[in-house]
């Protein structure tokens, strides 16, 4: 285990990089930031030279590969971060200078455990991408196919665990403070982002996703995902499909290659409907980068490495929700809210109503092209502190996708609005899921998987109370805490000890 001073010497130095950007002021004047985040952030940026305008991005950047995947999900919670900094996220880029093709080239290797000339004819040196994660080059396997190729960088695992680690800490110490920092669930965050990093990390779950897509998707011909050669693929290695297509950011040369606008920003998003409504698996990273217009007409996506799953209930809330807004039913809405617990009962159904009409009512009235998701979103995240909504980490993933699915569209055509859009594809699956036939059909099922578990629930009883003469129950296993709570003197120490070396080496590199 981590020892408490090492997490501390690990986020002063983190802070220290963060402090340089401005990156800090946020926390210090936010009223809800807890009072030892306060005072640790102003250690961290003792002597520090903070300009005008905070970078927050910029600072993720510098810190390295898992600061910046942390950035894009902190991106997805305006609450959390403040609307300013989660926009300034937004500018993260993924992507940090290749890895030499000498180390690359020994990486395919020892991942596919074959000598590379058995398996492909040609690889190129030069990546087509090269992000914090993984980099990709282009090559020609045995039997002639075009194929990209991804690659983890070297390392990449082991710094990953070291900056969850201590971001696990962090979260745990300023949740257990109380408050505001409660409400929002530091440690649900970062456990969030914990699953999604460990499926980046390795390329089979990623493989298997991009395989699991396909199969859904096969509903939506528009939509294409590029074929797994498993053959190829590793943990650490992906071969898979390689397509010629233009990138859904390049709208003149779509324009020119005479792709219709509109048709492709549709089809998007009811691609990204049938995903989230109907399978309740998507690909939660459709930004343009990551779209392909092919010459056809169809979408092809790549890149499988964050992808948001929801169950069934909570996609029957879901195309509720959307379509309560989309219709202007506050009140089902509301209830629907107060029905799958985001709101605690204490609260009142019709003043949350009121709240959400607050919200909706305004984009109502205006022209398509000023209506977004987006902004209907921010307002939703302004109302949950005074309903105390706590984060429900299957939705966020959903939220922040939806708003990268409607500026792709609208990148394409300007006119799309995507309740708009939304409106049939959800009214048709509300009425599939939600008419008589549904219920009878989903009233059978649940009383047959009833029938079917009463055996195995009667030899639960039977082992919770054996009959005399068995082996008594074991007793209950205290409870031992894993994680130490922010204090003594001698962390206080080190920080200030840490801050004042740090403010000393500055003053001394710059006179």
Known sequence: MTAPAVHLWRLLKWGRIVARHGALRGIERDPNTPKPVRRLARIARFGARVPEVARYADAFQEIGPAAIKLGQTLATRPDLVGEEAAHDLLRLQDALPPVPFDTIRERIRAGLGRPIEELFLEIEEVPIGAASIAQVHRATTTDGRRVAVKVLRPGIENEFAKAIDTYEWAAAQVEAMGGEASRLRPRLVIETFKRWTARELDLRREAASASELAENMTAEPGYYIPVIDWQRTTGKVLTLEWLDGIKLSNREALVAAGHDMHDLAEKLIRAFLRQAISDGFFHADMHQGNLFALPDGRIAAIDFGIMGRIDRRARVWLAEILYGLITGNYKRVAEIHFEAGYVPPHHNVAEFATALRAVGEPMRGLPVKEMSVGSMLDGLFN?????????????????????????????????????????????????????????????????????????????????????????????????????????????????????????????????
Do not use: C
Not at 410 to 429: K, Q, Y
């Open 383 to 511: 109302i949950t502190r005074d309903f105390d909504m706590q984060t429900q980490p299957h939705l966020l993933l959903l939220q922040k996708t939806m708003v990268m699915v409607e500026g792709v569209a609208r990148g394409l055509d300007p006119d799309i609005n995507l309740w708009e859009s939304a409106a049939p594809f959800i009214r048709e699956w509300i009425r599939t899921e939600l008419g008589p036939e549904a219920k009878i059909a989903d009233r059978l099922v649940e009383d047959v998987r009833t029938l079917a578990r009463l055996p195995q629930l009667i030899r639960n009883i039977e082992r919770h109370y054996p009959t005399p003469g068995g082996a008594p129950p074991a007793p209950p296993l205290k409870e031992i805490e894993r994680i130490r709570v922010i204090g003594g003197w001698r962390y206080v120490a080190v920080a200030v000890l840490a801050a004042v070396a740090s403010s000393a080496a500055t003053i001394w590199l710059f006179g």
